[in-house]
């Protein structure tokens, strides 16, 4: 499902019990200098992360100040957040000109304790290559680091290397429980390119070998997988970067299943495995 961008008011564009992803919530905030915003969701865990700009932000009895710090975009540094748990009462406020923030969040029905994630704690992966047309970087906010900290929520910011080519390939689906070969984790994209007229497609095959859909993505697009192989590319001669939510119907690891078909290009791709294992 494509979301295709608009102004949203900082109302949530994926909602609680979303009917394409109901594990996913998804909200993009717009704050100038000064302003707040205050934020509950029931039922469902979340994690702050500004896309640009500083916020403070106060969770019940937890304080984090001077959280992100990037500038005119999501490429110039690395990213921050704080994880909220399940219910609590969260309140941002912006300390620089303006901000744009992701309120990225899972459902989940325990409540855990509210932390900070700052740059020097993020994990990060590197992998594929040029010559395969898959070169990215991985920055996970909520990854294997914080895995007994958080219930079912992934958190992660992907970038392509360099200009065009590959990611999520070779091609993969996370839609069913069925351990020990795969989980059921929904997902929800936000999409951003450099310069920002870029674009590129997201691709959506239901069944191996059978034909499926596909979306052109745009600065600001918003996709979300409920099931199927889900591979995307970005043009020649254009940078792409996606904010990633996951969230496990019944864990938080998450178990891939690659697509027969090209499972094969798992040993032609350099460092994707210890991509799949950061997934945690």
């Known amino acids: 499902m494509h979301i295709p961008p608009y102004e949203n008011n900082n109302t949530p564009i994926v909602d609680v019990d979303h009917d394409r992803v109901p594990l996913n919530y998804f909200n993009i905030v717009k704050l100038k200098k000064d302003e707040a915003f205050e934020y509950t969701v029931p039922g469902y865990e979340t994690c702050i992360v500004p896309a640009t700009g500083t916020v403070d932000v106060n969770v019940e009895r937890f304080r984090a100040e001077a959280l992100g710090g990037r ?64 070169h990215r970087k991985i920055k996970h906010i909520l990854g294997q680091k914080q895995h007994g900290k958080v219930g079912r929520l992934l958190v992660s910011e992907l970038y392509t290397v360099g200009q065009g080519g590959w990611s999520g390939f070779p091609s993969h689906k996370h839609d069913t429980d069925r351990l020990p070969d795969e989980t059921r984790h929904d997902e929800t994209y936000n999409f951003r390119f450099r310069p920002n007229y870029g674009s590129g497609l997201q691709m959506l095959q239901r069944q191996d070998n059978e034909p499926g859909d596909a979306y ?4 600001g697009s918003t996709i979300c997988i409920d099931k199927g192989y889900h591979p995307c590319a970005v043009l020649p001669g254009y940078e792409m970067y996606y904010f990633t939510i996951l969230g496990g119907l019944s864990q938080r690891s998450l178990v891939q299943y690659f697509q027969p078909t090209h499972a094969d290009q798992l040993h032609t791709i350099p460092g994707i495995l210890d991509m799949v294992a950061k997934f945690k």
């Open 71 to 134: 500038g005119v975009d999501v490429w110039d540094g690395d990213p921050e957040g704080v994880y909220v748990p399940t219910g609590a009462k969260a309140e941002m406020v912006c300390r620089s000109d303006t901000a744009e923030i992701f309120i990225a969040g899972a459902k989940f029905d325990c409540v855990l304790e509210a932390f900070a994630v700052r740059k020097d704690e993020l994990d990060l992966v590197q992998y594929g290559s040029d010559d395969t047309k898959t």
């Open 216 to 219: 052109h993505i745009v600065d």
